[in-house]
């Protein structure tokens, strides 16, 4: 079965960092672009980062550059998503989701992890 | 950056009902939109994607249409499963979500 399972979420607060994860099976990680999405609680959707298959390319959100870095480790089938200097508003359901190029729908999601901000 | 305007925000509707939901692109974004449902506390699932390709497994009452910056998701006869938040999705430059039409029962 293909699947995307993330972990990592937490409480934090405000300037601290937390490291996410999305352990991927049931498909070849190394040949798909990974991303990031994150939902505010009563928000819609929103692209945070994207990485692509082989992890030498980046690019990222202007709300989250210069604070979050998303790496991947191809031989562990894992994404992650580092998050430093975090602030309420980066308060939200994270989801890791794939494309298999820069131009392609995000057809597998994984369930999401909550990160909440505060104090 | 390519903005992404969805209408309605909220739409009431009974079973059995076409439910028509649009979604307008601030410049043109080719055939590069997906079309997503979302159920409260779930992950958001793809129903359509190139505008007008259905996803597998996806029923057939869903369908999408448009090019360029106009494009609409129609479900023919909303069923009770349907009842849902929708999101347009463009991928023509980086990825830009709408904000959501939220399926309410009428």
């Known amino acids: 079965e293909v699947q995307l399972v993330e972990s990592g979420g937490g409480l934090v607060q405000p300037g601290g960092s937390l490291r996410l994860s999305c352990a991927a099976s049931?498909?070849?990680?190394?040949?798909?672009?990974m991303h990031w999405v994150r939902q505010a609680p009563g928000k819609g959707l929103v692209w945070v980062s994207r990485i692509n298959s082989d992890g030498s390319s980046t690019s990222y959100a202007d709300s989250v550059k210069g604070r979050f870095t998303i790496s991947r480790d191809n031989a562990k089938n894992t994404l992650y998503l580092q998050m430093n200097s975090l602030r309420a508003e980066d308060t939200a359901v994270y989801y890791c989701?794939?494309?298999?190029?820069?131009?392609?729908?995000?057809?597998?999601w994984g369930q999401g992890t909550m990160v909440t901000v505060s104090s | 950056d390519i903005q992404m305007t969805q209408s309605p925000s909220t739409l009431s509707a009974s079973v059995g009902d076409r439910v028509t939901i649009t979604c307008r692109a601030s410049q043109s974004i080719s055939s590069w939109l997906a079309w997503y449902q979302q159920k409260p506390g779930k992950a958001p699932k793809l129903l359509i994607y190139d505008a007008s390709s259905l996803e597998s497994g996806v029923p057939s009452r869903f369908s999408g249409s448009g090019s360029g910056t106009e494009f609409t998701l129609t479900i023919s006869s909303l069923q009770p499963d349907d009842f849902a938040t929708y999101y347009c999705h463009q991928y023509n430059s980086y990825w830009t979500f709408g904000q959501g039409t939220k399926v309410e029962i009428k």
């Open positions: 989701a794939r494309t298999y190029n820069w131009k392609d729908a995000f057809d597998i």
């Open positions: 049931g498909f070849t990680f190394s040949s798909y672009w």
